[in-house]
């Protein structure tokens, strides 16, 4: 993928976003996913939050990789370094955004600690890593898995709102075991998209 | 504590997955078929013993403020160690896993116990808890895996059972996993319910 053409990055987006959707397909963020949907607008706050750290995290991680562990032959350590890359770049983020953009901050601050382990956002980087990804597809890769999860995110914070207001769930079911079958239900809608893959 | 409470604590009254709800992703991405989930679980029982041992010997040394971080880097080095024993042994496991042995270091069950266990008690109970915990989240992944490939593949460690009969294949795509941990949950949840029910 050397010259991107709108039309990969299209197929790019398309795959990321809705075939291969992070939660619903490959089960990366599922703490999160379950954890904070209980309301929509906390629910795309969450997404907002993980969309911003991992284009900030895909594009410190390439860097680390390229120019700190591959010259150093430690390509090993990958896993450590990157764990503490994002651990770090969280933190920053976090007294970055309280100083210069206190209204960011308010919006997004509470979801940002929470984002260190968010398996996802390890998992874009290492996957970028593994699939050889040059800096702007592996920038664009996560943008749109993050754009997936907030979507998937979204969704399933409305469900979970109409269940909890109308539905009358058996007590072995309530809370946590509905919301898997929801889920559940959700992944195999998502499922209808592997006919736009091309 | 004694070591029969534990046992109890972790593979069942307070089995991380199927009571604490930890570990979702791991648990859903690695159950599609029996052999898969042990090895997951296992994978993830190895770290979580070293790291509960090594933060339990470290508990007076490491500073109460930077605590999370050296949590994660003395978890890292471990799965960093299982990743690699893998590759070189377990190489059919190793790929069939792929992503999700690096992702070992984010899942929350290891950070949990480290947290809430290992930095408060000795050594040896530190031992058995990650131990029984980390068999406990074997046993949980067991079960939803051992169900995912009866069902979702019409076998079991491989081997074809029930004839020409055709699987039904959702268990063993992701919906499955969703739908498989959900009912495996509320069974769960009605087996404490009516365990508590019947004590009062």
Redesign the interface.
């Known amino acids: 993928m050397e010259t991107l053409s709108f039309g990969t990055i299209l197929a790019f987006a398309v795959n990321a976003i809705l075939i291969e959707n992070v939660v619903?397909?490959?089960?990366?963020?599922?703490?999160p996913f379950?954890g904070v949907s209980k309301k929509s607008d906390t629910a795309l706050g969450m997404g907002m939050a993980v969309t911003f750290i991992m284009g900030l995290a895909s594009i410190v991680t390439y860097g680390v990789y390229q120019w700190v562990l591959i010259p150093l032959d430690l390509e090993?350590?990958?896993?450590?370094a990157f764990?503490?890359v994002i651990?770090a770049l969280v933190q920053l983020v976090e007294l970055a955004l309280k100083k210069l953009i206190p209204a960011l901050y308010n919006a997004l601050g509470i979801y940002l600690p929470l984002i260190?382990?968010?398996?996802a956002v390890?998992?874009v980087c290492?996957?970028s890593v593994?699939e050889g990804y040059n800096f702007l597809s592996s920038f664009l890769y996560s943008v749109f898995t993050a754009l997936g999860f907030t979507l998937a995110i979204w969704i399933f914070s409305l469900i979970r709102t109409r269940i909890e207001e109308t539905c009358d769930i058996p007590?072995?079911?309530?809370?946590?075991?509905?919301?898997?079958?929801a889920?559940?239900?959700l992944?195999?809608g998502f499922?209808g998209f592997n006919g736009l893959s091309f | 504590m004694k070591i029969k409470d534990q046992f109890n604590a972790g593979l069942f009254t307070d089995n991380p997955v199927l009571i604490q709800?930890l570990g979702?992703?791991?648990t859903?991405?690695t159950s599609t078929t029996l052999i898969n989930a042990i090895g997951m679980g296992l994978s993830a029982t190895f770290v979580l013993i070293c790291s509960n041992v090594l933060i339990s010997l470290l508990r007076k040394f490491i500073p109460q403020k930077i605590r999370i971080?050296a949590y994660?880097?003395i978890i890292?080095?471990f799965?960093?160690l299982a990743?690699?024993l893998l590759e070189a042994y377990f190489n059919s496991i190793y790929n069939a896993l792929g992503?999700f042995i690096?992702?070992i270091?984010?899942?929350?069950i290891i950070?949990a116990r480290a947290e809430s266990f290992a930095s408060k008690n000795k050594v040896i109970p530190s031992f058995f808890d990650g131990l029984f915990m980390g068999l406990g989240f074997t046993f949980a992944l067991a079960i939803l895996g051992a169900v995912r490939e009866i069902l979702g593949s019409g076998t079991i460690l491989g081997f074809k059972l029930f004839g020409g009969i055709a699987p039904l294949s959702?268990f063993a795509?992701?919906?499955?996993?969703?739908?498989g941990?959900?009912?495996l949950?509320?069974?769960a949840?009605?087996l404490s319910?009516r365990k508590k029910g019947g004590s009062e």
């Open positions: 619903l397909s490959q089960f990366m963020g599922c703490c379950f090993y350590l990958e896993t450590i764990i503490l651990a260190t382990t968010n398996c390890l998992g290492l996957t593994q007590r072995a079911f309530q809370g946590f075991p509905i919301s898997l079958i889920a559940a239900l992944s195999f499922m | 709800l979702m992703c791991p859903l991405a971080a994660i880097v890292a080095g799965v960093t990743d690699m992503v690096p992702l270091v984010v899942n929350c950070l959702l795509l992701p919906a499955g996993g969703f739908l941990l959900g009912f949950i509320a069974l949840q009605h319910t």
